[in-house]
């Protein structure tokens, strides 16, 4: 994996390549993005060398103006963020790889990349394209995701391959797409090996993204079972000892640890560390209650400063803590009180799953409409649909 990094940013920044292949995370970079980009960049390179007639090349190229293609994942968050992303960090720290290993959002202007050669996206963990990268909509040739397609924003090439399904972890479709092509090439397992790294990265997001397949958390499907088991099979051929269960809970407990570090965060980067924009909405995710982030004597200022930078007319915030079990809370800001209340009515009323909402005060936030969540499995991507909905609703 270092080796096949490294090479890849040399070959961008030195602009002596071929063909760019860009794979997407999405924008709150949490692991499961992270993991899904870096992994599946790692195999479409690793694939495009088996591929390829090596001996016809050799014999037909010239080695002095030949240029091979090169497969760049990309991070989808500013590098400044970098540090936000703590149990990104921790992680691929934790197998090797270091940020200046890296391509971060900002790193490049992407748009001016693909005016200078022949460019394809591969969109993982999401499929919806956010205003700034609206212009690689006809370079999308694939996508793989784990959330209800949205249809409205659905305006991809006919061909674009898809891989979505509503499974608990991206890195489940991701490591289920590798052995499906590599099955083709009758090399189910080849990439694994030669990429032993991109085997735990795959098994550390589908943990700490279905919580060790809690059922309380209830988001784990068979497929995310039969993927975790295929690259635990894997780990048992390299010579680990540790049982199943033990590691899979040694793991998750280290990856929470580090998501959940976050006291050193003021306000502002809590906002910051997991958000994902839909139309003048921000919806920052928090590793803590949201009833503790607006227990922050800057709380308030910050949720106004982050509107006013990222354009917004409203938050939509949602908090998780697995400290003495798993909690979820929430809570609606906006300026126009009426509007906030009215987006609040809709999510407590939304069925397609009912996110069992009840309204609660925080005497240090009374201008937040606050509210508990009882549907423990309801996660961020469960409220998007409801989002899109009412804001859809409000246009007309």
């Not at 394209?129 to 991809?156: C, G, Q, S």
């Not at 080849?190 to 085997?199: C, E, L, Q, S």
């Not at 139309?279 to 800057?298: A, H, N, Q, R, Y």
């Amino acid at each position: 994996m270092d080796k096949y990094l490294t090479t890849s940013i040399e070959k961008l920044k030195s602009g002596v390549y071929g063909d760019l292949n860009l794979v997407l995370g999405n924008e709150s970079c949490d692991l499961d993005s992270a993991a899904s980009a870096l992994v599946y960049a790692a195999f479409l390179y690793w694939q495009h060398n088996q591929i390829k007639c090596k001996v016809c090349t050799r014999m037909n190229r010239d080695e002095s103006v030949y240029r091979d293609d090169i497969f760049v994942p990309i991070l989808n968050v500013d590098r400044e963020d970098y540090d936000l992303k703590t149990e990104v960090a921790f992680c691929l720290r934790q197998h090797g790889i270091d940020a200046d290993r890296l391509v971060f959002r900002d790193d490049y202007d992407l748009e001016q990349l693909a005016e200078k050669s022949k460019t394809t996206v591969t969109l993982v963990d999401h499929h919806v394209l956010a205003k700034k990268d609206k212009f690689m909509t006809t370079m999308v040739t694939e996508i793989i995701d784990h959330r209800p397609v949205d249809k409205n924003e659905w305006t991809y090439k006919d061909d674009t391959r898809s891989s979505i399904e509503l499974v608990g972890s991206c890195c489940s479709l991701v490591g289920q797409r590798i052995r499906t092509l590599g099955g083709l090439l009758a090399k189910e397992t080849d990439f694994f090996n030669a990429f032993p790294v991109a085997t735990d990265l795959l098994h550390c997001g589908i943990i700490l993204d279905t919580v060790n397949f809690s059922k309380e958390v209830n988001k784990a499907t068979p497929v995310d079972e039969e993927v975790v088991l295929f690259l635990e099979n894997l780990q048992k051929t390299r010579g680990s000892n540790c049982g199943v269960e033990e590691q899979r809970k040694a793991k998750l407990d280290l990856l929470v640890a580090a998501r959940k570090d976050v006291s050193k965060l003021s306000a502002a980067q809590l906002l910051r560390k997991d958000v994902k924009i839909v139309g003048d909405t921000m919806v920052p995710s928090f590793p803590i209650l949201v009833e503790e982030f607006l227990k922050k004597p800057e709380a308030i200022q910050a949720i106004q400063e982050a509107l006013l930078r990222r354009e917004c007319n409203m938050a939509l915030l949602l908090g998780m803590s697995l400290t003495d079990g798993l909690k979820r809370d929430g809570a609606v800001y906006s300026r126009n009180q009426e509007r906030a209340a009215q987006l609040s009515k809709y999510l407590q009323e939304w069925k397609t799953p009912s996110l069992q909402l009840t309204l609660h005060e925080i005497p240090s936030a009374k201008n937040c409409i606050y509210f508990k969540q009882l549907n423990l499995s309801a996660s961020r991507k469960q409220y998007m649909p409801a989002l899109v909905n009412f804001l859809n609703a409000s246009k007309k």
